[in-house]
């Protein structure tokens, strides 16, 4: 079985700094998918960055960073320099990709705040 | 190209009653997954369906239900509603093809109260 656990329920930020989002994760699929979503009040689930379990970099796509560290078992989401645009939850999810699985299994978020 | 449309946005339903989702996928993809997400328990997976056939479901009763028609839009149906099936439905298109880079493009959701 899968499990994702964010230890952050709720996180506070200045704009214009960095944050650190935790995720940590659990499977005994040796071969796996990470991934980073971004949920603002509107509801829909916008996708950040993904990152796999072979892959030898770090995943990167714009101010989104995954800071992977397959040994500790986390996939740590990065946001450089945020915005206020950036005050939503955040999701981590993994995926064992595999033909015939799309499930995702998410944990249970973080809410961001940027502060002006 | 056009994203993932989830129909209606809002529904209020009574006890009792039964609601039919729907879920256009993007072009193209033919996997639709159905997840729920409440306060309590979190975003749940509730079922995937991949060329008009249920691939993967999750560990919901039988009142929810699903299906996918050929030309790969899906509907959730929930019957005999409860208090706790108020939830935010969101439904997630993918190509399906098992590649594990490829994302989930979400829906705008469902937001279903019941009463």
């Known amino acids: 079985a899968q499990k994702i656990t964010q230890t952050q329920p709720g996180m506070f930020v200045q704009e214009k700094e960095a944050v650190t989002l935790d995720c940590t994760y659990d499977?005994?699929?040796?071969?796996?998918?990470l991934f980073w979503y971004k949920q603002p009040s509107s509801g829909e689930m916008i996708f950040l960055i993904y990152?796999?379990?072979?892959?030898?970099q770090n995943a990167t796509e714009g101010r989104y960073s995954l800071n992977f560290q397959k040994a500790r078992k986390s996939a740590n989401l990065v946001i450089s320099a945020s915005q206020l645009g950036d005050s939503a939850m955040y999701f981590c999810?993994?995926?064992?990709?595999?033909?015939?699985?799309?499930?995702?299994?998410f944990g249970t978020g973080t809410r961001l705040t940027i502060i002006p | 190209k056009a994203g993932v449309t989830q129909t209606p946005r809002y529904l209020i339903k009574t006890r009792g009653q039964q609601v039919t989702l729907s879920c256009s996928p993007i072009?193209?993809?033919?996997?639709v997954s159905w997840y729920q997400q409440t306060p309590g328990q979190g975003l749940q997976f509730l079922f995937e369906?991949?060329?008009?056939?249920?691939?993967n479901k999750g560990n919901f009763p039988g009142r929810f239900s699903g299906r996918q028609f050929s030309n790969s839009r899906s509907e959730m149906n929930v019957s005999t509603l409860e208090l706790g099936d108020s939830a935010l439905y969101l439904c997630?298109?993918?190509?399906?093809?098992?590649?594990?880079?490829?994302?989930?493009?979400f829906g705008q959701g469902t937001r279903l109260t019941v009463v």
């Open positions: 369906y991949f060329s008009e056939t249920q691939r």
């Open positions: 499977t005994s699929d040796p071969s796996y998918g």
């Open positions: 997630a298109s993918s190509l399906g093809d098992g590649q594990g880079k490829t994302e989930a493009f």
């Open positions: 990152q796999g379990s072979y892959d030898q």
């Open positions: 999810a993994m995926r064992a990709p595999n033909f015939g699985n799309e499930k995702l299994t």
């Open positions: 072009s193209g993809h033919r996997s």
